[in-house]
């Protein structure tokens, strides 16, 4: 089991920034992945950015070039940087946590409640 709690949800005006962080704990299996997804009103949930435990990395086309993910092993905290926030971003921003056996099948799937990010003048 992991288990996720993510902080740093927050207003912030068109342009801005923020820094999303999400506390883990538990067991991870060695092939492990962590990412971001966020849920707008209506919507569908979707995959903002994911690192995998060899620390490659994938990010939605809406992501590219104005977020950055990353992951402090020794802290087992995921994070995801935000910069030229627009109002589309606004979303509820959840992390997660995928656990792979030595086959590369997933076996475990682990969500954290989620974090409000609004970006409005």
């Known amino acids: 089991q992991v288990q996720l709690v993510e902080s740093g949800g927050d207003l912030v005006q068109p342009g801005g920034s923020l820094k999303l962080s999400c506390a883990a704990s538990?067991?991870?299996?060695?092939?492990?992945?962590m990412g971001w997804y966020r849920q707008a009103p209506g919507k569908q949930r979707e995959l903002v950015a994911i690192?995998?435990?060899?620390?490659?990395?994938n990010y939605a086309d809406s992501a590219k070039g104005r977020f950055t993910i990353s992951r402090d092993n020794a802290k087992n905290t995921l994070y995801l940087q935000m910069n030229s926030l627009q109002p589309e971003d606004t979303a509820v921003y959840y992390c997660?946590?995928?656990?792979?056996?030595?086959?590369?099948?997933?076996?475990?799937?682990?969500w954290g409640q989620g974090t409000q990010v609004t970006v409005s003048s």
């Open positions: 538990g067991h991870f299996t060695t092939t492990n992945a």
């Open positions: 690192m995998s435990s060899r620390g490659t990395t």
């Open positions: 997660n946590a995928k656990n792979f056996n030595p086959l590369g099948s997933l076996i475990g799937d682990f």
